[in-house]
């Protein structure tokens, strides 16, 4: 406290609640190729629903007539999905490569890149008298007329923006057309602010073929149901977002946003206080579109009217994507201060310059997490697995798993491969769910594989026993059992406890946790107090993970033997952190022995 001049009482507080705060353990991420989102970006997902609707449904489909090139994204969709359908926190960043392009209209284009924002229409309306009924007056030239009705051009493709079929024009001489088809509209060669569209129209009486007549008719934006109210100013607008195919929602037609009375002036501002700038909300609020002009340009040139978003493009797939591009994804979960996550999962296999990337660059480095890793669909054997395993570099924040599953793709009515990487990843956070990061994920109990058809091998024990002598976790199917993880290594580069995923999570979880707590600590005096303040602080919290069957014992030391003068004289404080942490069980040995009935049991227990 600080020291008083004249008489008083001085109050102050200190505290010493300070605990070991519980950390995160189930997040997992993932980075590759998706049909849409922002590009190289960390976005949680929680659920397959929201990774659908933020990043595109998974896709495999051929991007040329002759059916010879396949583009797809499959393999690392449902690696995310397969995630997902155990835990309810993903991390996922989109990658592309320079092919990839976003669909673009005139003031308008799509908010990412991809082949998605080709199915988007965008109609929009600037102005309450753009919107509302208005009287119009059109010069008629009836250029044909037969069985199938009077074809007719107008000029000035607005006015026929406003006609939808089934309208009556009403001609000079008080007859009456009703429009039954529309053409394309196709550029005035002479004047390119005004187009031709060809309109058929049926007759209710027999006008003169080659006459022209003056037409009246009532026109209106065409989504102008949708509102209850027109545009409130000259420079407000209403704007809404299709899908114009039904390739985004699988309803052609289905409205995917709206926007009401948002302005074209960059100075609005909403009710809320927020900005009203049509530029700003798209970039704010939309999923699907954002504006390509600037402000005058909007004002300018908006009236009404809705057109189809073109020319976007998927890029390459995963197959043909570099590994470089996905590293660059992967490098944005190098630093554990930017983002906290634990399990990172490879997704589709690209061989080990990838894997070994997930494991040094980010693993090794963030020392926080570990790397789901699988072989590649090509490696069918166990010697190729073991070839793969051999290539990778040796650590215990690696976990290898047997290959690939086949299961049901839903979107698409068909079954495809899928690496089990992320089913290996997802059972760490379900088993964090059931029960504590340090218990083992595989087995009957917590190992159990979802979406499972058929294995890509289905090892026997013989292939097991090499299996997992190259530190590579079987991924078996037994009947009756469904399909198991019969296998907790890592792939440490000794034997040791590290060489078990449940211990290697389990000191993650410790060193997490108590690295927090110790940050109290940080620019106090190294004495006594502080030292004995640290060992109050850590060793509940160790007593509490013993109690939950984390750990065998452990001991804290923190005083004037491991704190010395030079220790204290450098700064510096040391905690020493003693753990003998659970083992989980890999073998059993089961013996029945036989005895005389004349024998008692005290006799021969022990002796086998």
Known sequence: MA???????????????????????????????FRWGPEDQRILVTSEQDLAN?????????????????????????????FLSYSDALYVTRVTDSTAVAASGTNFSAKYKGVLGNSIEVSHCVGSSNMGATARTQALSITAYGTTGIINTMVNSTDADYLSVGDVIVLSDGQELIVTAFAAAVADAVDNTKFQRTVTFGSRY?????????????????????FDQAPSSATRMHVVVRDADGKISGTKGAILERFEDIDTSSTAIAADGSTNFSVDVFENRSDWIKCTAPQAVLQAALTYGKAILTSGADGLDEVGITVGDVISGYNLYTDPADVDVSLIIQGKAKGTTLANHIINNVCETRKDCIACISPELTDLTVANMVDFANGLTASTFAVIDSGYKYQYDKYSDVYRWIPLNADIAGLCARTDDVRDPWFSPAGYSRGNVKNVVK???????????????????????????????????????????????????????????????AKSTLFEFNDDFTRAQFKNLVEPFLRDVQGRRGI??????????????????????VGDIYIKPA????FIQLNFVAVRSGVEFSEVVGQF
């Open 455 to 517: 294995l890509q091998l289905n090892p026997a024990k013989a292939q097991r026993d090499v299996l997992y002598k190259s530190k590579i976790n079987p991924v078996i199917t037994q009947p009756g059992q469904g399909t198991i993880l019969f296998g907790d290594k890592t792939n440490a580069p000794t034997t040791s406890a590290f060489d078990r995923i449940n211990v290697r999570r389990l000191f993650i979880v410790l060193e997490k946790a108590i690295g927090v707590a």
């Open 206 to 226: 027999n006008p003169a073929t080659g006459a022209d007549y003056a037409s009246t008719f009532s026109t209106q934006w065409g989504d102008a149901s949708l």
């Open 54 to 82: 933020r990043f595109g449904k998974p896709a495999s489909y051929y991007t040329d007539g002759n059916l010879t090139t396949l583009w797809s994204n499959h393999e690392t969709w449902f690696s995310a999905a397969n």
């Open 3 to 33: 020291f008083q001049t004249s008489p008083g009482v001085n109050i102050s507080e200190i505290d010493l609640t300070n605990v070991v705060p519980a950390v995160a353990t189930t997040e997992g991420a993932i980075a590759g190729v």
């Open 552 to 573: 065998y014992d452990f001991r804290v030391v923190c005083d004037e033997t491991n704190n010395t003068s030079n220790v204290i004289d450098s700064n510096q404080f």
């Open 583 to 586: 083992r989980s069980i890999n």
